[in-house]
Structures are given as structure tokens and as C-alpha cells.
């Protein structure tokens, strides 16, 4: 292991050129993947945001005890796909309408009796913010007998889950692009070097050496190259993510746990590559 260390280190020095194009190619095309991922991690946390909004609401009869409510609510609670519950009392729901509804202060002025019911405000689990199991919880709502109506918002609910299920497909889509694409990158770049060296491959079969001897100090090579190409590819998403939150939009950058793995694929792409590629030329030998 540490013979083949050392001659992984060794191809820096003899092909200085090539090891620098190589990791050059490994970090734009894991640049590249990287800035997907982040496109996807943001927009994932922004519809996050959006599915908190998702909420139920049940608006009471009138007259409607408050002793009963409260037993309600502890049975709603109760519901795995409810997160909490809050109520909202008729003349709670008249001042609110006043604060948002400014333009209607005069009509709100001229009111001799509220109109406004009381309701209950349902938010919901993460997971289960969904039109299905939102429609779910509602039918169960309408079991109540102190429920007068029900309502979710179902068409913004299923616009959202439509996004969801488009984001999700193109990420699985785009993600897979960029990664088959960085590993043809990857391996090109490494079967140059394999080729160079490929009269010193042909004497070391010569000589005995198997197939795992030849082929470990390429992979610790390309796992080498596929390390310093995800560093590379990390600072340049800085770089662009800062540029991006200071001049358009404030977003959220790689965790430690993210950018470690941004790393760990470089090194996994290096090994696949040179796998693959060593592996080729091993059988023409």
C-alpha cells in the first residue's frame, strides 16, 4: 500500500501537466453537479416553507360550547397527522379581519353584530402536508357536529404537490446527467494517464505483477485527483453562492455533513473512473 501511495504521489511529478488538467476537469464537472445540488436544496427548504403554510380550517357553528371545543381539540391532537391545533374566537377572527382588511374598514365600522364564526386552525405534520392526507383529515373534520364547514385550500394544495412531484423527477433527472457525465469526464482524464504510462504497465506484466498490483496506485491516483477536484469544486460554489446571496437572493450554502459528501464523490467518481478505465487497458496488455 505504501509502494502504490507513493507512486500515485509520483504521477503528480512526472505528468504535472495532466494531473492538473485532470483535477481541473474533476472539479468543474463536480462544480457543476454541485451547483444543481445547491439549486435543489434551495428550492427543497423554499417549498418547505411553503408546505408550512398548509393548514386546515374548521369553522364552528354558532353557539357552539366551549367546553366541547376544548374535548375537540385534545381529540384532534390525537390525530397522527395533526402537529397543532389553535382556536380562533369570533371576536379574535373579527380583529383579524380588520388588521388584513384595511380597505374594508367602513363596511367593518358600520357591522352592528359579527359575522364572523368561530374556527379552529389545523397545521399538520411534516409528511403528511400532501392534498391526500389533507383531504383525509378534513373528512374526518366534517364528522364533527359543531363543524359548519371545512376548508384546505385544495386547488393551492394540489399545485403544491404537483411542484413537489416535478421537482423531484427533474432533480432525480438533472442529478443523474451531471453525475454520469462527470464520470466520463473523470475517466477520459484518467485513461490519458493510464495511456501514458501504458509501456511501464506492459513491463510490470512482464515481470508477474497481477492485475491489483498495477491497478492500485491508479486508483489511489484517481481517488487522489477526485478528492483535490471536489475541494476545487467546493470553493468554487462558494464563490458563486456568495456572488449569487449578495447581488439576487439570500439562500443556504452546503452543510459540513453536505460538503464532506460533495468530497466523498469526488473520490468515489476518481476510483469508479480509474476502475473502469484501468480495467480496459489492463485487457488489451
Known amino acids: 500500500m505504501r509502494l502504490a501511495a507513493r507512486e500515485a504521489l509520483r504521477s503528480f511529478r512526472r505528468a504535472p501537466t495532466l494531473s492538473l488538467l485532470a483535477v481541473t476537469t474533476i472539479a468543474f464537472a463536480l462544480f457543476v453537479m454541485s451547483l444543481f445540488v445547491l439549486v435543489a436544496l434551495n428550492l427543497r427548504a423554499a417549498l418547505a416553507d411553503v408546505e408550512e403554510r398548509v393548514e386546515i380550517v374548521v369553522y364552528l357553528r354558532r353557539g357552539t360550547p ?17 402537529a397543532d391545533v389553535g ?9 383579524r379581519a380588520r388588521a388584513e382588511l384595511r380597505e374594508f374598514q367602513d363596511v367593518f365600522d358600520e357591522l352592528e353584530t ?4 368561530a374556527s379552529l386552525e389545523i ?11 389533507a383531504e383525509a383529515v378534513a373528512e374526518r373534520l366534517r364528522g364533527f357536529r359543531f363543524a359548519d364547514d371545512v376548508r384546505f385550500g385544495r386547488d393551492w394544495v ?3 404537490d404537483r411542484l413537489r412531484s416535478v421537482a423531484g423527477a427533474m432533480g432525480l433527472l438533472v442529478g443523474a446527467a ?4 462527470s464520470i466520463i469526464i473523470i475517466g477520459t482524464t484518467i485513461r490519458m494517464t493510464v ?5 511501464e504497465i506492459a513491463l510490470m506484466r512482464l515481470v508477474g505483477a497481477t492485475s491489483g498490483f498495477i491497478r492500485l496506485p491508479f486508483l489511489l491516483d484517481g481517488a487522489l485527483k477526485g478528492a483535490l477536484g471536489g475541494i476545487c469544486a467546493l470553493g468554487l460554489s462558494l464563490a458563486a453562492y456568495t456572488v449569487v446571496s449578495r447581488l439576487l437572493i439570500q439562500g443556504r450554502f452546503f452543510s459540513a455533513g453536505e460538503a464532506l459528501l460533495v468530497v466523498l464523490f469526488g473520490i468515489a467518481f476518481g476510483l469508479l473512473a480509474s476502475l473502469v478505465s484501468v480495467g480496459r487497458h489492463l485487457r488489451d496488455v
Open 158 to 160: 394540489a399545485k403544491l
Open 123 to 133: 397545521s399538520l405534520q411534516p409528511g403528511f402536508r400532501t392534498g391526500r392526507h
Open 195 to 199: 495511456l501514458q504510462r501504458s509501456k
Open 178 to 181: 451531471f453525475a454520469a457525465a
Open 66 to 82: 366551549l367546553e366541547a371545543v376544548t374535548v375537540a381539540m385534545d381529540d384532534i391532537l390525537a390525530f397522527p397527522e395533526v
Open 114 to 117: 359579527n359575522p364572523l364564526p
Open 87 to 95: 382556536y380562533v374566537s369570533e371576536e379574535q377572527a373579527l380583529t
